[in-house]
């Protein structure tokens, strides 16, 4: 018998301690929300400088400065509120520790401190330190000056630890720490190792075939000097790793266990390199099937004078050529010509990453958020680079995936509003968004429980009430976190948890209390990873919770359409501005929603009060004159911040086969529609063919009033001076004469050749007119 799936669990560190919380199951708006434990535990109570989670979640490592590293176990915790009493470190003489990370399977443990001073042996023992995270042995240490801890990595089954020195890169067995190899790069600053791995399911290992178990890629950057552009060359241990790189293997073959010989030998050349003439420092995003990389390269100072905030670029690197496998390629990433206004000019990366499922059916995409502000979200085909798929236009900076997959979130964060759209990639649609109707005196289970959607794509894009700071999505792919925290903000610190639809779960559903961090006593929140698989469940599925779809509403539920669901909203919209007047929470439903067909120019059906989606906001008439046309204060600034709901959400998606952005074959690029003004689709087809006669009219217009004024220039000319026309005029006809013996001779005219043979007999009438 399996055992009982692990809860979703979140871990709060604040100023007064560090607390554990467990999320009832609230993924589905159309259904009530379950009833939260009350409260949470509290592993450790006091200052703390910061935490880290162990990959599978089993751990939490706390750090106070006044005791040092602190191990507390997740995997035996329950949602009973205790105290932990802990007061002896995990890892000996450790407060001074300031980074520390765990390694991709979670069994060692890789901490940084200042350099101490040199001991009697002359020696610092090393501030880089490794341990074991089962029992806080220490391992290995090493000297590091930088405040870092990418200098050490492991591959993403921990069988070999990588070691960046001057010039070098040492290769370890992560066992014993004996040396098996070095990577020899003259000026290598950094390296980047992928940590994850998953399995291709559509790949298939034919007879003969090489493997590539034992063998881990990486990638190098060296840094441009003297006039030398950067670079970076993706390599694979043991085999291709550089001229002058070489791997240690042990020779078996000796007659003494004593005597066993130790072999170097010699790699081939890497992968691939690409040159970056613009690169000042590189962030390397790994597919998770460790097979390709997106190189996003960043300068402090943009030498075009377009961008403060300096020049990005976008490349991929591939370990097989579609064309010769034995290779690997690098590309420049083909970004949308949408991503500019004008569909030119120099495209500034805001953020890339890749979809983290490896198990999807196909290639695996990536997505970008490229363009300046409202800047263009995409998705990339994983191989060929080029754009499968458009969200559209917003004030977005950051592109959240699920671990699925399935769900995406595109955001606005940081210095912008917390703008949210969640889009369903199987589908290619912003996920629609149900919401509850609760009735008195009966309970939001029993039958006949009325519920209304809300499927515009306006109307679906959410603000978040508080600044984001953090935002994840949860492990099993179902809830989204959002938090305020200290030091960002100092203000209204607490957590939100959204549904996969965008949905809010309201306080009272969840086991915390947002009013004990207020205003700045909160200082992060996260979700707890899942467990790895065991080896047999990671030959099927990747993850630990199952993938599931949007989750239809109950058969009891009754869904309301037309002017009932205008009625309802408009009446749950009346309850919200009472409750808000006397001081309570806002809540999720911010204002009434009128369905496309309740949108008319002569109202709203809901009154004068009633709210008008922006699609419906006309400027005069109707029930959206005056508040919602654009023409109060607040109407414009958010125009100004979200830009145009059609542009944001209105995407044309062709029909394809299969997911957003997988291998399928798919119509064009969709691209963001333009505002209709509510117009007919024949009434938009006539205006446009009447503009289009128009252009067309103009041109032809002002290319006969050029012809006429050359014509009248030339003739002025021939009378002021015709000698000098003439002379110009016989050098034209040479020219003409040279052209024709280049035809001759079976040589190829371009254009602009062909264009001048075609005046030879208009220019000899106009010698003859001369009369000279």
């Known amino acids: 018998m399996s055992s009982p799936q692990r809860p979703i669990q979140l871990l709060f560190r604040s100023k007064e301690g560090v607390e554990l919380y467990t999320l009832a199951d609230t993924s589905s708006s159309a259904a009530p929300s379950s009833k939260p434990s009350q409260g949470g535990q509290t592993l450790y109570a006091g200052k703390t400088t910061f935490h880290l989670l162990s990959p599978n979640g089993s751990a939490a490592f706390i750090h106070d400065a006044s005791v040092g590293l602190i191990k507390c176990d997740l995997s035996s915790t329950t949602t009973t509120s205790a105290t932990s009493t802990t007061t002896s470190p995990f890892l000996q003489n450790s407060k001074a520790i300031q980074l520390a990370k765990c390694s991709p399977r979670g069994s060692y443990l890789l901490t940084w401190e200042r350099p101490s001073k040199l001991d009697d042996n002359n020696n610092n023992n090393g501030n880089l330190k490794v341990w074991s995270a089962a029992n806080g042995a220490l391992l290995q240490s090493f000297s590091c000056k930088k405040a870092t801890l990418e200098t050490v990595q492991w591959t993403h089954d921990e069988q070999c630890v990588f070691h960046c020195v001057t010039n070098e890169i040492h290769i370890y067995a992560a066992n014993d720490w004996k040396r098996v190899g070095k990577v020899r790069s003259q000026g290598v600053a950094s390296f980047s190792l992928p940590i994850n791995k998953g399995i291709d399911p559509n790949a298939a290992v034919k007879s003969g075939e090489e493997t590539t178990k034992n063998k881990y890629l990486l990638t190098t ?441 997988a291998a399928s074959v798919m119509g064009p690029v969709g691209a963001s529609a333009a505002d209709d003004g509510g117009k007919s689709k024949s009434a938009l087809r006539r205006e446009k063919q009447r503009l289009a006669k128009e252009k067309a009219e103009k041109e032809a217009a002002e290319e006969e009033k050029r012809k006429q004024e050359e014509e009248a220039a030339r003739v002025s000319a021939n009378k002021a001076d015709p000698e000098k026309r003439a002379k110009k005029i016989r050098k034209v006809l040479k020219q003409i004469d040279d052209i024709k013996s280049k035809a001759a001779s079976g040589t190829e005219l371009n254009d602009d050749q062909k264009k001048k043979l075609t005046t030879e007999d208009e220019l000899r009438k106009e010698l003859a007119s001369l009369n000279l």
Request: charge should be positive; charged fraction near 25%.
């Open 221 to 661: 950057f060296v840094p441009g000097i003297k006039g030398k552009p950067a670079r970076v060359d993706m390599l694979r241990y043991p085999d291709r790793m550089g001229r002058d790189s070489s791997s240690t293997v042990v020779d078996n073959d000796s007659s003494s266990s004593d005597d066993k010989t130790v072999v170097n030998i010699a790699s081939g050349q890497g992968l691939t390199s690409k040159s970056l003439f613009n690169a000042e420092e590189v962030n390397v995003k790994w597919s998770p099937r460790a097979d390709a990389a997106l190189l996003l390269t960043q300068t402090a100072v943009d030498n075009t004078g377009q961008s403060y905030y300096g020049s990005t670029h976008l490349f991929l690197l591939l370990e097989k050529d579609v064309k010769n496998p034995t290779v690997g390629s690098a590309m420049v990433v083909p970004l949308p010509k949408e991503a500019t206004k004008d569909g030119s000019g120099t495209v500034p990366i805001v953020s890339a990453d890749w979809i983290p499922n490896p198990s999807i059916t196909g290639v695996v995409p990536f997505g970008v958020i490229s363009g300046r502000m409202p800047a263009l979200a995409s998705l990339h085909h994983g191989i060929t680079g080029e754009p499968t798929f458009l969200f559209g236009r917003a004030h977005r900076n950051t592109m959240d995936v699920s671990p699925h997959g399935r769900f995406i979130v595109c955001g606005g964060y940081g210095n912008l509003a917390g703008g949210m759209d969640f889009w369903d990639r199987n589908k290619g649609k912003m996920i629609p968004r149900r919401i509850v109707l609760k009735e008195e005196g009966k309970k939001a289970e029993e039958d006949n429980t009325k519920y209304v959607t809300i499927k515009e794509a306006a109307d679906l894009s959410i603000t978040s009430s508080s600044p984001v700071v953090g935002h994840q999505w949860s492990p099993d792919s179902r809830t989204y976190l959002v938090s305020t925290t200290s030091p960002r903000m100092n203000v209204d610190n607490g957590v939100q948890i959204h549904r996969y639809d965008g949905s809010v779960v309201e306080e009272s559903a969840l086991p915390w209390d947002n009013a004990k961090y207020r205003p700045d006593k909160l200082l992060s929140a996260e979700y707890v990873p899942a467990p790895f698989p065991s080896e047999e469940e990671e030959k099927k599925e990747f993850h630990y919770y199952p993938d599931r779809p949007q989750s239809p509403p109950p058969r009891r539920f009754k869904e309301l359409k037309g002017d009932a669901a205008v009625a309802a909203l408009n009446k749950l919209r009346g309850a919200q501005a009472n409750a808000q007047a006397k001081g309570g929470v806002k809540t999720a439903v911010a204002s009434a929603y009128v369905p496309p067909a309740a949108r008319k120019a002569g109202g709203g059906g809901g009154g004068g009060g009633a709210y008008v989606p922006p699609g419906a906001r006309r400027g005069a008439g109707g029930a959206g004159a005056g508040r919602g046309g654009g023409s109060t204060l607040a109407e414009r600034m958010r125009q100004e911040r979200e830009g145009s709901a059609a542009t944001v959400a209105a995407v044309k998606v062709t029909k394809r086969n299969g997911p957003v952005g």
